[in-house]
């Protein structure tokens, strides 16, 4: 098993799909938009698939039947673990493969809690985790990654400056509200050095962090848990990356946290509306009623209380 490490996930993925790039990749519809809009940069095809209302990942029966029908098509697939719940795709994995050897399966952790522990033979070509902003563990920086060994991947020595993924973000907020598709001839917004040790400074900081957040979550979970009704919250396993709760009236929740000087957060919008007009019913239906609450150092006890009591409110 090989490692590496990058300063973005989106990196890693990049390196990967620029020498394994002869047909389309499958990309759940919820996925966030840089994604896509990495495959765009490295000029890879992709196509959209709805989620899974159960799962809330993309959907696997969808994903097999495509593939089934037109193998030849299809490069690969991402499977993002959504709101960081680890779900169990070794069978589905294993029916990718079987279908064809050649697909390349990118099993997207980076809202997971990053392991550094990874252990006997993949089935996913390449696993990614991420530390980076508004991650499981923030340190701002740095992603990592393992992959079978079998992968060709080298540095691709792509040209980056910092402001452009600073320009970039902002188009995407203009496209999402304007709700215009992107067109953007921004091309150097990607680091796209990958190293194939992890440093283990790095890998100290992150561990070392991992506790301490675990702690803090745990203790702001259990208020959202004990104070929030039960038919709002998402399963215990999607409460990690943040604390969940789907609601008929997101909007009007939204604002009234805001205007109490809180915060939380909507993610994600379905990434699609950036690129085409389909419609996934099931990525829509999500997207309008999720709000995440947040657990992180930036939210203590009595905030947590605050949000709480300002949710119940509107129920």
Known sequence: MQSIFSNRASAIIFNLIKQ????????????????????MKAGVKFEFVDICPNSLCINEASVLHLIRNRPEKYAGIVYVHSYGAIQNTINFFKKIKQISEQIKI????CLCIPDFDQTGSLIADLIVY?????????IGYGAFGYHNGALKIVNCGEQFYEKSIQKLNEQIKKCLFSKNKITTDITDWLDTYISFIIPKAYRDKVNDMKEKVSQHKTIINSI???NLPQEIQLQSNFNQWRFNIQVDNKEIIVKAIFKNNLFASSH?????????DNYFCE???LS????????????????????????????
């Open 130 to 138: 991420s530390t980076g902003y508004g991650k499981y563990v923030d």
């Open 268 to 276: 994600y919008v379905p990434s699609n509306i950036l690129f085409d």
């Open 224 to 226: 959202y848990s004990n």
């Open 106 to 109: 990118i099993d997207d952790r």
């Open 20 to 39: 394994y790039n002869s047909g389309v990749y499958l990309l759940p519809a919820n996925i966030c938009s840089i994604v896509p809009l990495t495959f």
């Open 288 to 315: 309008s009623r999720i709000i995440n609450l947040f657990n992180d150092f930036h939210f203590n006890e009595e905030k947590a209380l605050r949000v709480c009591n300002t949710i119940n409110k509107f129920l």
């Open 283 to 285: 990525t829509e239906k």
